[in-house]
């Protein structure tokens, strides 16, 4: 069964400080590796895409993959309030059975940043 | 910006009874899904839909069907609900190209 194993469970940081997630797909076959954020009470939103190796940064988030290990990271600088949510990984896979690809999400991460 | 609508946005059901949920999307995407959240399983996918008349079937599929009668509409239907379906349900659209969705703000399932 196709899994996306995500950690850790919770994360607590000071405002200010590094927040960091991880994510490994048991998939090889994977496109892409999505970052989604949720808010309580509000759906997932997407905040960033990798699909290529090593760093891709966009503003505070830099998000790291390493094919070859099928893992996927994700950094935040400087953490805010406003950051405090529910980080989800997802892995682009083949839809075995099925047709096209579909998305297979981790298990989340909750955050919270401390004033 | 995308735009997903879901209603109700919460619903209390008994057991055996018929639930269903609906979808909009003014995206004008081909994809849409249904994803279930609950605590320590994430985003579980059970029908999703590449266009108007199709629908196909997810990782949890049983126990659920769905209809998608037009590009912007995807229901979720559940003939006999039962207390192991309660839970946040999500619908979202997508773009086949580079895979990002965007989800409604969900549904809150309970079913007594």
């Known amino acids: 069964q196709q899994k996306v194993q995500q950690s850790p469970e919770s994360l607590s940081v000071p405002e200010g400080g590094m927040a960091s997630f991880n994510c490994t797909s048991s998939?090889?076959?994977?496109?892409y590796f999505w970052w989604y954020r949720q808010h309580s009470g509000e759906g997932p939103k997407a905040l960033m895409s990798i699909f290529s190796d090593g760093d891709k940064k966009e503003g505070r988030f830099t998000a790291h993959l390493n094919k070859a290990s099928l893992h996927v990271s994700l950094h935040i600088r400087d953490s805010q309030p406003s950051d405090s949510a529910l980080y989800f990984c997802?892995?682009?896979?083949?839809?075995?059975?099925?047709?096209?690809?579909?998305?297979?999400f981790g298990t989340g991460t909750l955050l919270s940043v401390k004033p | 910006e995308a735009a997903v609508t879901q209603s109700p946005r919460n619903k209390v059901a008994v057991t055996g009874g018929k639930v269903t949920l609906s979808c909009n999307q003014t995206n004008n995407h081909n994809n849409m899904y249904w994803y279930r959240q609950d605590t320590g399983h994430g985003l579980r996918l059970i029908h999703y839909s590449y266009g108007a008349g199709s629908t196909e079937k997810g990782d949890i599929p049983d126990g659920y069907k769905a209809s998608r009668p037009s590009q912007e509409n995807f229901s979720l239907i559940l003939e006999l609900a039962t207390p192991s379906q309660t839970s946040v349900y999500f619908c979202?659209?997508?773009?086949?190209?580079?895979?990002?969705?965007?989800f409604g703000p969900g549904t809150r399932l309970t079913v007594l």
């Open positions: 997802a892995a682009s896979v083949p839809n075995y059975g099925g047709s096209g690809n579909k998305l297979i």
């Open positions: 979202a659209s997508g773009d086949a190209r580079i895979y990002e969705q965007y």
């Open positions: 998939d090889r076959n994977f496109q």
